[in-house]
């Protein structure tokens, strides 16, 4: 099963929900992807689901949910709501269940992915009641993408204010900076610093006036609701984490910025307790600002490439209609295409896509299936001959007798695949994912002895050792962020993956993604996979026939001509080829009288007096047309693949 987690941010946040997973009874194996924030979990028969969802939980994690609301016919005279509702929570995935007999609905929570809108109906049933529509959750594909964006905007907000409260703080404190011991003002940074710090005096002399105690309360001021709001969620999941014994790229966040608000915190409202020990009062609110600001926006850029990371299967998705026209007491409706249920009729009119698999009931047309088959010329189908929702109906009004609807669709299959390959692990993964899961402890451990060693043998008096120990314990945690290590791979399969599928081409999983860059041959069933799918005239053979031109040139634009004026009133995908190569030659095309179109093999008219015919060697042979010249001429087309 494929469920959703939320708040995971950073390898070793996929280490911890993996591990915490594959600990569970019953579960054979557990995949976690950042990209998509999903886990995907092997188990047997036996394993609960509220079981998974725990996990998820006491590794620090939650697992997402939806809300989606089911009509149920009569439920205002039910004679018990507690029972029907304590059914819907016995479904597996269902987390929420609260009725609403005024308006006649239940609104169920569950988990997507997990829960099936077929139990929770058969749940109502079981209840003495009748579902009087179908279930229906909301667009997987739309959902997500709101979500996306809501996510966009709230750190787009978060990292511009944080953005601006840098550089305000990084201002505010260059007053502070003017007094730096004349020991580090030899280093090239500090000559930067010092002729930077002049301009700002000359430029805000209001500022070099102000007490230093005013400024470093004022610099607290604007850096509280940087680390209160903006990065909030940062000290939030290390305390989760710490809370179940886990630590990820939040802990580092946390611990670095946390710890630099602490020491700048203390030693504005308590001096006394630096200079008693004969340390310099130093602040670092501008730091503490300056990182959480650049963070949030390494997030802002990460979550929109995720974002893109899903337009191809968006697109997949998108291919499949939204409505669909039912024959129901011999009237059309037009229904939503979930509303389709097996064995009803549906209109489909030439140009639009056919709504689910199923047979033709009714009608004569040629289907475009180059989304399912790589073929571009569109297939004829007649009375009894399969279709497949997603596919073109390029020429005539078809009636389809619904066989597969809704996720059984070979177009649902299509996306499932798609999004199970896009969250499968390579094996290069399993190897970051071994590294992401010490990578943490052992930055925390590498930041301690850094302390330790710069506080013990560091500058001595009266240099503050104490100041050196915290810049370099803060510097390790925060440039030593894991975020790269655990989405880079997921991402490039995601891409990968899509961009394929978007092309027609499916790949079955991280590991086959992999091995294709070993790949040096291809082998093809099918010259029709790649090619334009535009038909095209490349040659014309010609024959003599009573009044032909006597000049090859002027036999074949007659020839062009004559089939031209017939193949102007068939929609036949050869017959627009033909119309457009007269067109090409610059012939003027006459009209054609007597029109006779035969399904699948030809068309006969009448221009200027003869009898013409277009059609298959076949056709023409029903027709007392010798086509015996013309055999070898075919025959070496062919061989060439034209």
């Not at 080829?577 to 054609?592: L, N, Q, S």
Request: charge should be negative; glycine fraction near 10%.
């Amino acid at each position: 099963m494929t469920f959703p987690v939320v708040g995971m941010t950073c390898a070793g946040c996929v280490n911890a929900v993996r591990r915490r997973l594959e600990r569970e009874p019953g579960v054979r194996e557990a995949t976690v992807n950042l990209a998509t924030n999903k886990a995907s979990v092997e188990v047997d028969e036996g394993a609960r689901v509220e079981s998974l969802v725990a996990a998820v939980r006491e590794a620090g994690y939650d697992v997402g949910t939806e809300t989606a609301s089911l009509l149920v016919e009569g439920l205002r005279f039910a004679p018990s709501l507690s029972r029907l509702e304590d059914l819907v929570r016995a479904v597996p995935g269902v987390t929420r269940a609260v009725s609403n007999p005024a308006a006649e609905h239940v609104r169920v929570t569950f988990i997507p992915g997990v829960a099936q809108p077929a139990d929770i109906e058969q749940a109502v049933r079981l209840a003495g009641l009748e579902v009087a529509a179908p279930f229906r959750r909301a667009d997987p594909i739309e959902r997500e993408r709101q979500l996306r964006a809501r996510e966009i905007r709230d750190l787009s907000w978060k990292a511009a204010l944080s953005g601006l409260m840098a550089l305000a703080s990084m201002v505010a404190s260059m007053p502070l900076m003017a007094d730096m011991s004349a020991g580090h003002r030899a280093d090239v940074l500090s000559r930067l610093m010092m002729a930077f710090n002049a301009a700002a005096a000359d430029a805000l002399p209001f500022l070099y006036q102000l007490d230093p105690r005013a400024l470093k309360i004022g610099l607290f001021v604007i850096t509280l609701p940087v680390v209160a709001w903006a990065g909030r969620a940062f000290y939030v999941s290390a305390w989760r984490g710490f809370k179940h014994r886990t630590a990820d790229m939040n802990t580092l966040i946390g611990l670095g910025t946390g710890a630099a608000m602490l020491y700048s915190t203390v030693a504005t409202f308590a001096p006394g307790l630096f200079r008693g020990a004969g340390l310099a009062a130093d602040v670092y609110f501008e730091a503490v600002s300056a990182i959480i600001a650049l963070v949030l926006l390494g997030r802002l850029l990460e979550a929109r490439a995720k974002g893109r990371t899903g337009d191809a299967l968006r697109r997949l998705f998108a291919i499949a209609p939204k409505t669909a026209r039912v024959i129901r007491d011999g009237d059309e409706i037009e229904v939503g295409v979930d509303e389709v249920e097996k064995g009803e009729l549906v209109r489909v009119r030439p140009g639009e896509r056919i709504p689910v698999d199923g047979a033709v009931a009714q009608g004569y047309s040629a289907v475009d299936e180059s989304m399912l088959t790589g073929e571009p010329m569109p297939v004829t189908k007649r009375e009894g001959d399969e279709v497949f929702g997603g596919t073109v109906n390029t020429s005539g009004s078809v009636v389809i007798k619904a066989v597969r609807v809704g996720r059984d669709t070979a177009l649902a299959q299509i996306v499932r695949l798609v999004e199970e390959a896009q969250g499968s692990r390579a094996p290069v993964q399993r190897l970051a994912d071994r590294v992401a899961g010490v990578f943490v402890p052992v930055v925390i451990a590498l930041a301690i002895a850094a302390f330790v060693l710069w506080f013990d043998f560091g500058p001595q008096p009266p240099q503050p050792a104490l100041l050196f120990a915290t810049v370099a314990f803060v510097t390790v945690l925060i440039i030593a962020c894991p975020c790269a290590m655990g989405l880079a791979t997921p991402t490039a399969i995601m891409v990968g993956t899509g961009r394929g599928a978007e092309h027609g081409v499916l790949i079955k999983g991280g590991s086959a993604l992999e091995a294709a860059a070993g790949v040096s041959c291809i082998v093809l069933d099918k010259t029709g996979t790649i090619t334009e799918g535009r038909p095209a005239v490349v040659h014309v053979q010609t024959l003599e026939w009573p009044g032909a031109p006597s000049e090859g040139l002027h036999r074949e634009d007659e020839l062009v001509r004559l089939a031209a004026a017939v193949e102007t009133l068939s929609e036949h995908p050869l017959a627009a080829a033909i119309v457009h190569e007269a067109k090409t030659r610059g012939i003027e095309i006459p009209e054609a009288a007597l029109f006779e179109s035969h399904e699948g093999r030809g068309t006969i008219g009448v221009v200027e007096g003869r009898r013409v015919a277009v059609g298959s060697a076949a056709f023409l042979i029903e027709l007392g047309v010798d086509v015996g010249p013309l055999t070898d001429a075919v025959d070496t087309l062919a061989a060439k693949a034209r």
